[in-house]
């Protein structure tokens, strides 16, 4: 399996986790005044939240695919193709849930150093 983000290749141990936490349905349900319920539906073509995460002990990503990850997220509006595995999916940074990129060192330092390695938390929505 791979996943890339267009030309960067990420960490094959990252984990998808809200992989099963959307429905690709939406439905409001109102009471109407002479007691009935009218419930409104519609399939979602879009916004389906993709984040992923590193572990303890997997997942992690350098210094310079860090660096190159925050400046595809820099870039307001920018869409990108996430690809994981035989999935491909056109997705923006999730900014509306900031960070859209968190990266914790695995090595604390004032001063990162280039050959260092972060666990991350990337947030993206498919469209």
């Known amino acids: 399996m791979t996943i890339l983000l267009d030309s960067i ?4 141990a ?7 936490a959307w429905q690709p ?8 005044l002479d ?3 009218a419930v409104f539906h519609q399939p979602l073509t879009a916004g389906r939240p993709i ?13 310079q695919t ?7 997220a820099s870039v307001p509006g920018s869409l990108h193709t996430l690809t994981l595995g035989t999935q491909t999916f056109t997705v923006l940074w ?12 695995l090595v604390a330092r004032i001063t990162p150093d280039a050959g260092d390695w972060f666990r991350v938390t990337l947030k993206f929505t498919a469209l």
Do not use: M
């Open 9 to 12: 290749s990420l960490p094959v």
């Open 14 to 20: 990252l984990t998808w986790s809200d992989r099963d």
């Open 25 to 32: 349905v939406a439905q409001t349900a109102r009471q109407t």
């Open 35 to 37: 007691g009935g319920l």
């Open 51 to 63: 984040t992923l995460i590193s572990t303890e002990s997997s997942g992690w990503v350098s210094r």
């Open 66 to 72: 860090l660096d190159a990850l925050h400046a595809l």
């Open 94 to 105: 999730r900014h509306d849930d900031p960070p859209a990129i968190q990266a914790e060192p």
